[in-house]
């Protein structure tokens, strides 16, 4: 279980950098300024200039002829696109597999859930938060495996920086967030153990979509019509 979120340097420089975008270090319209950023995560500027790529794909960072990179501000559009996506292929998955769970997937979740218990929300430190978001994906990972298609968990993975996103746009309350997020997931672990397949479908729904409901409520983040109710 030890490997189970193994990280390459590209992808912890991603993480740093976006965690940075969301906390607002580095502000909406700001100037990304690679050499700095280099000598501050003491990296070179490869795996920078390869972590601002995916950033871009991710319509974090945008790139302007003659000005170079900036930061993109996070939208509730943005966060819920994310999410419908997210389900959409979770719950692809647990169609295609019938919501059948192994006892190794169940073994594997639970020691995920195992993770987030020892989390300590009253040291809210990004690190914490940093770590939550990570538990949430491989959790979820889990899930989108299921459906045995390279192509859906590869869509998937590029879609991981919505946790991030709605940890820190807008969580104004950490320690709520983790306790939050240990509960879902239980609910949702309980229901794969059980092998409800619709009831497992609707808890990945409700979990998405009540994360949406819940940025709007709390106004942090600059509202968008919803186009569509998810699911």
């Not at 991603?14 to 050499?35: A, F, S, Y």
């Not at 153990?193 to 009831?199: A, Q, S």
């Amino acid at each position: 279980m030890g490997n189970l979120l193994y990280r390459t340097l590209r992808e912890n420089v991603v993480d740093e950098i976006r965690i940075k975008i969301l906390n607002r270090e580095l502000k909406p319209g700001e100037r990304i300024v690679e050499q700095s950023l280099a000598q501050e995560l003491g990296v070179s500027r490869g795996p920078i200039r390869e972590a601002l790529r995916q950033l871009e794909q991710e319509e974090l960072v945008e790139y302007k002829r003659n000005v170079g990179c900036s930061v993109k501000q996070v939208t509730l559009e943005n966060i819920y696109e994310v999410y419908l996506l997210r389900a959409t292929y979770e719950i692809l998955s647990v169609k295609l597999c019938n919501g059948e769970f192994t006892d190794e997937d169940i073994s594997r979740m639970e020691y995920i859930l195992a993770q987030m218990k020892t989390l300590e929300p009253e040291n809210d430190t990004d690190e914490e938060n940093a770590r939550l978001a990570e538990l949430d994906n491989a959790l979820h990972l889990l899930i989108v495996e299921k459906c045995g298609m390279n192509r859906v968990i590869k869509l998937w993975k590029e879609l991981y920086y919505g946790d991030l996103i709605s940890l820190y746009a807008g969580n104004s309350d950490k320690k709520d967030g983790i306790e939050r997020q240990y509960m879902v997931h239980k609910r949702i672990v309980d229901l794969c153990r059980i092998g409800d397949k619709e009831k497992i479908c609707k808890a990945l729904s409700n979990h998405y979509m009540k994360t949406v409901k819940r940025l709007i409520e709390e106004g942090n983040i600059p509202e968008h019509p919803l186009k569509y109710d998810m699911f």
